[in-house]
């Protein structure tokens, strides 16, 4: 193993801002921020209940165009055309309902609630994740 | 209203955290997991980050809810 692409202080300082967006949207919606969850009850929720999270989608895809504005060009997963790229944001989607949450709603919010749920689910779907990294990358060789 | 607005408002503080923690660059979230290989634990510092924020304003009846 190296280390040479390590980037703490972005790092703490984004997550920092994630776990503030999360906060806000707990106290001013009473939502919790799991991004998967709300963009699978954009489509799964009666329509009552789906406005303020096309909201929330909307301000992460601004958020997007924001950072392109301003820092540049955003970058791509290299090595794959859109369709494998549409393949695998297929393939993130199911894998999150599997695991009944992500990187954010079992991750920054259940870790933050001290969920022994969120905790069990975060452990196994990184472990699972490099798994199929260490397949994907160091077995079958494929483009990162 | 004020809502939606709180939503859109939370969706783009998200987004920008994203961002400038590069977790928005398919390669860092899969140099994380490669253990195995350049590891960039860049990813473990952004979740160190927000849970630091989210368990800090927990309250008592969050935690103890379900």
Redesign the interface.
């Known amino acids: 193993?190296?280390?040479?692409?390590?980037?703490?202080l972005?790092?703490?300082?984004?997550?920092?801002?994630?776990?503030?967006?999360?906060?806000?949207?707990?106290?001013?919606?009473g939502?919790i921020?799991g991004?998967s969850g709300i963009l699978h009850g954009l489509f799964a929720e009666p329509p009552g209940d789906r406005?303020?999270?096309a909201?929330?989608?909307?301000?992460?895809?601004?958020?997007?165009f924001?950072?392109h504005a301003f820092?540049g060009s955003?970058?791509?997963?290299?090595g794959f055309g859109l369709g494998w790229v549409a393949l695998a944001g297929l393939l993130v989607g199911f894998g999150t309902r599997m695991s009944g949450g992500c990187?954010?709603g079992h991750?920054?919010?259940g870790?933050?609630?001290?969920s022994l749920r969120s905790l069990v689910a975060v452990a196994l779907f990184?472990a699972a994740?490099?798994a199929?990294?260490?397949v994907a990358?160091?077995v079958l060789g494929l483009p990162? | 209203m004020i809502g939606y607005a709180a939503a859109f408002g939370a969706g783009l503080l998200f987004g920008i955290g994203l961002w400038i923690s590069g977790m928005a660059t398919p390669r860092k979230v899969l140099d994380f997991l490669d253990v195995t290989g350049s590891w960039d634990p860049s990813l473990a510092l952004v979740m160190a980050g927000a849970v630091s924020v989210t368990l800090s304003a927990s309250t008592p009846e969050i935690l103890s809810s379900p």
């Open positions: 193993m190296t280390i040479d692409n390590f980037t703490p972005p790092a703490l300082a984004g997550g920092a801002l994630i776990g503030l967006a999360s906060v806000w949207l707990l106290i001013a919606n939502r921020a991004v406005l303020w999270r909201w929330f989608v909307a301000g992460l895809i601004a958020a997007g924001t950072w820092a955003a970058p791509i997963r290299q990187t954010s991750g920054v919010c870790l933050g609630r001290l990184m994740g490099m199929a990294t260490f990358r160091h990162s």
